[in-house]
């Protein structure tokens, strides 16, 4: 497997292939509903047939791949007479029942055919937000490498609820990646492209390469939710681009017929660079894939110590607490504006703080004891948003 130094210099080279992709030996690739099924919502085997060609084809010739398919909930609408996804929960649930069978059992049946064997792997969000699930996950993905069996990974849609889920599989994509430690990851869409604006519209251009931020300023996103049968659009494809590049992954997005173009290395779709230098993953895990059960206000001072200098949060720069949780959860950091400026391992539960705020720790260890002499948010559980 190349290393994420090797790729990161790869992917700023300018040439016809990028080596970036070439060079990759573990990939994960993601592909959409819209991009497997009929207008109808019944799966369309031929599309899934030339996928897990284009993906048999780079487990033979030595790399390993971890497939992120959505298409469960739409290939359930069929079978069930169903005219449309479904907008109440209970009724995606059992889309999904029914189609996830279907789904796995086509790409079985279709891996097969290349002498390969795949393993089905539903995660919710608790698998990839709880240290202790991340960690049976990782060792699931990995166990299923070793074997060299393809991974076929999706949300577990029959049991997510409301508050606890993905929402769409861009997110889950990246997060898989940077679990797996890969190489590369592939967005499949309905899109061949990230462009300046509407791509049906005149004077519209594709953007082949997102070096940064300032490359996306300007640029008409749109709002997730608007993929047909599926749950995503382009700014989940985006936000998922943002986090693996995070972690020193490159990113190309592309149309799903052009999957085999992609990862052959030719300049198709858009390329996200990825940064240099791949954070610890204790960080990464604590900014992406947590979600916060409160929220801590600071006063500016606190702001300028934790943003700044990278101090510790300590009860005195604290105004306010809102939210319920316990020592240990992840919290949100935010200023005066309520704008989220770091999140954090918090070392108390919401129900202490309250009498704690605006007092030093000094005060509060003479007066409380020496157990109350400890930082809120400690700096090494702490990352900057």
Same mark, same amino acid.
């Given at each position: 497997?190349?290393?994420?130094?090797?790729?990161?210099?790869? *992917?700023? %080279?300018?040439?016809?292939v990028?080596?970036?992709?070439?060079?990759?030996?573990?990939?994960?690739?993601?592909?959409?509903?819209?991009?497997l099924?009929?207008?109808?919502?019944?799966?369309?085997?031929?599309?899934?047939?030339?996928?897990?060609? #284009?993906?048999a084809?780079?487990?033979?010739?030595?790399?390993?791949? @971890?497939?992120?398919s959505?298409?469960?909930?739409?290939?359930?609408?069929?079978?069930?007479? !169903?005219?449309?996804? &479904?907008?109440?929960?209970? *009724?995606?649930?059992?889309?999904?029942?029914?189609?996830?069978g279907?789904?796995?059992?086509?790409?079985?049946?279709?891996?097969a055919?290349h002498?390969?064997?795949?393993? %089905?792997?539903? !995660?919710? #969000?608790d698998?990839?937000?709880?240290?202790?699930?991340?960690?049976?996950?990782?060792?699931?993905?990995r166990?299923?490498?070793?074997?060299?069996?393809?991974?076929i990974?999706?949300?577990?849609?029959?049991?997510?609820?409301?508050?606890?889920?993905?929402?769409?599989?861009? =997110?889950?994509?990246?997060?898989?990646?940077? +679990?797996?430690?890969?190489?590369?990851? @592939?967005?499949l869409?309905?899109?061949?492209?990230?462009y300046?604006?509407?791509?049906?519209?005149?004077?519209t251009?594709?953007?082949?390469?997102?070096?940064?931020?300032?490359?996306?300023?300007?640029?008409?996103?749109?709002r997730?939710?608007k993929?047909? #049968?599926?749950?995503?659009?382009?700014?989940?494809?985006?936000?998922?681009?943002?986090?693996? *590049?995070?972690?020193?992954?490159?990113v190309?997005?592309?149309?799903?017929?052009?999957?085999?173009?992609a990862?052959?290395?030719?300049?198709?779709?858009? +390329?996200?660079?990825?940064?240099?230098?791949? &954070?610890?993953?204790?960080?990464?895990?604590?900014?992406?894939?947590?979600?916060? =059960?409160?929220?801590?206000?600071?006063?500016?001072?606190?702001? %300028?110590?934790? #943003?700044?200098?990278?101090?510790?949060?300590?009860?005195?720069?604290?105004?306010?607490?809102?939210g319920?949780?316990?020592?240990g959860?992840?919290?949100?950091?935010?200023?005066?504006?309520?704008?989220?400026?770091?999140?954090?391992?918090?070392?108390?539960?919401?129900?202490?703080?309250?009498?704690?705020?605006g007092?030093? *720790?000094?005060?509060?260890?003479?007066?409380?004891?020496?157990?109350?002499?400890?930082?809120?948010?400690?700096?090494?559980?702490?990352?900057?948003?």
């Open positions: 497997m190349g290393c994420a130094r090797d790729l990161a210099r790869a *992917t700023a %080279q300018n040439g016809r990028r080596e970036a992709v070439t060079a990759a030996r573990r990939i994960v690739v993601k592909v959409g509903s819209s991009s099924t009929t207008a109808a919502g019944g799966l369309d085997t031929g599309r899934v047939d030339n996928l897990t060609g #284009v993906l084809g780079l487990v033979a010739d030595g790399r390993e791949v @971890v497939l992120v959505s298409g469960a909930i739409a290939a359930g609408l069929a079978p069930l007479g !169903l005219a449309r996804r &479904p907008r109440d929960l209970a *009724t995606q649930q059992a889309a999904a029942s029914v189609g996830q279907l789904l796995i059992g086509h790409y079985a049946a279709s891996f055919r002498g390969l064997t795949v393993g %089905q792997v539903l !995660l919710t #969000v698998d990839v937000t709880r240290r202790a699930h991340y960690r049976n996950a990782f060792r699931t993905l166990k299923l490498l070793d074997l060299r069996a393809v991974p990974v999706n949300e577990n849609d029959t049991v997510a609820t409301d508050e606890i889920r993905f929402g769409d599989n861009d =997110r889950l994509a990246a997060l898989v990646a940077a +679990l797996v430690d890969a190489d590369l990851l @592939v967005l869409s309905d899109v061949d492209a990230l300046t604006g509407d791509p049906t519209r005149p004077g251009t594709r953007i082949t390469d997102v070096h940064s931020e300032a490359d996306l300023a300007g640029i008409a996103i749109g997730a939710g993929a047909g #049968v599926g749950t995503g659009g382009m700014v989940t494809k985006v936000e998922a681009a943002r986090i693996a *590049t995070g972690a020193s992954i490159p190309v997005l592309t149309g799903a017929p052009l999957a085999a173009a990862l052959a290395g030719e300049p198709v779709g858009t +390329l996200f660079h990825p940064v240099p230098q791949r &954070p610890a993953a204790r960080l990464f895990w604590l900014a992406h894939a947590t979600s916060p =059960r409160g929220r801590l206000h600071l006063d500016s001072g606190a702001v %300028q110590a934790v #943003v700044a200098r990278r101090k510790s949060l300590l009860p005195a720069g604290i105004t306010a607490v809102d319920a949780f316990t020592a959860d992840p919290v949100d950091l935010v200023d005066d504006s309520g704008a989220p400026v770091a999140r954090g391992l918090v070392n108390y539960d919401a129900v202490e703080l309250p009498a704690l705020l007092r030093s *720790t000094v005060e509060l260890a003479a007066a409380l004891g020496p157990a109350y002499e400890r930082e809120v948010v400690h700096r090494d559980d702490l990352v900057l948003l």
